[in-house]
């Protein structure tokens, strides 16, 4: 069981967009369209911001999206805003209700 | 509201025990699935433990498998995960996570940390 791949840092100037990666296996990312994306801030637990790879959960802002190729799934972030500046995991669902997160990527609002 | 509050952490030394427990309510805790996910010191998530929503199917990460337990009161709206031979290496904030049809996790704990160390 080893981690997904993400980028270990991003950053932006406000407005602009960015996109962080997250690479895993054809037994995982490329075997299921089951990626999930968590938004963390400092000291505060995970929270759910895309699932199913490219859906937004009620009360998500629209800045944010989710796509997959191949076994590499994306999460882009569109305007970036100062409240974005956050640590970033993408999960992928490996079978038999196994789960394979990234190693997290910090996102900079420059 | 949804709610889920983690108990039971704390410093125990290595080869000690633990039990965890997740409080849940606002929601009917007998119809999800729950898992544990945990966070070492300046790391990043590690998927621990899943059980499924009757407590018949559990699973684990190869890196607890065999020392941890995962188990389920619906009555008592509660999850636990038993923690047995703890390693430094074990030393995680702990939270609970409900799980989604879609292999996601909508709701987590605010998490208890857990400390292995002599």
């Known amino acids: 069981q080893s981690a997904l791949t993400q980028p270990a840092s991003v950053s932006g100037s406000p407005g602009q967009s960015i996109t962080i990666s997250c690479t895993g296996t054809?037994?995982?990312?490329?075997?299921?369209?089951?990626v999930s994306w968590y938004q963390q801030h400092p000291g505060k637990a995970p929270k759910l911001m895309i699932y199913?790879?490219?859906k937004r959960p009620s009360g998500v802002s629209n800045r944010f999206s989710g796509s997959k190729s191949g076994n590499t799934a994306s999460l882009t972030i569109s305007g970036l805003q100062a409240e974005d500046e956050a640590d970033y995991y993408c999960?992928?669902?490996?079978?038999?209700?196994?789960?394979?997160f990234g190693g997290g990527t910090k996102l900079t609002v420059l | 509201e949804v709610q889920l509050v983690e108990s039971g952490g704390g410093l125990v030394q290595p080869g000690g025990s633990l039990r965890l427990s997740c409080a849940a309510s606002?929601?009917?805790?007998?119809?999800?699935?729950m898992n544990w996910v945990r966070q070492a010191p300046g790391k990043g998530l590690e998927w621990v433990s899943y059980?499924?929503?009757?407590?018949?199917?559990?699973y684990y990460a190869d890196s607890v498998k065999g020392r941890f337990t995962i188990s389920r009161d619906n009555a008592k709206n509660s999850l636990y995960l038993q923690m047995n031979s703890l390693r430094a290496e074990d030393t995680a904030v702990y939270y609970c996570?409900?799980?989604?049809?879609?292999?996601?996790?909508?709701?987590w704990g605010q998490g208890t940390l857990v400390t292995v160390s002599s």
């Open positions: 996570a409900r799980d989604t049809d879609y292999y996601s996790f909508d709701y």
């Open positions: 606002g929601f009917t805790f007998s119809s999800y699935e």
């Open positions: 059980i499924s929503s009757s407590g018949s199917t559990i």
């Open positions: 054809s037994s995982d990312v490329g075997s299921y369209n089951l």
């Open positions: 199913e790879v490219s």
């Open positions: 999960c992928s669902y490996a079978g038999s209700s196994l789960r394979m």
